[in-house]
């Protein structure tokens, strides 16, 4: 295994394991924060949701660019 092989199946588990942390606890912090104010609990969960795609999103741009391409 290369080590850029290497490192990029950790930055991958890493933010695997960050994911399933927040989908797991996402329940109890929207409904923690729903029972303070609904619309802040929904915009919470939604930012919570949205930021594994945007994770994601970011790093295949700084591939990319690291690429050259």
């Given at each position: 295994?290369?080590?850029?092989a290497k490192s990029q199946a950790i930055a991958a588990g890493?933010?695997?394991?960050?994911?399933?942390?927040v989908i797991y606890f996402l329940p109890t912090?929207?409904?923690g924060i729903g029972q303070y104010s609904p619309i802040l609990g929904f915009v919470v969960g939604a930012l919570l949701l949205l930021g594994f795609f945007a994770v994601f999103w970011l790093r295949a741009r700084y591939q990319k660019n690291r690429r050259g391409e």
């Open positions: 295994m290369t080590p850029e890493v933010i695997l394991v960050a994911a399933i942390l912090i929207v409904i």
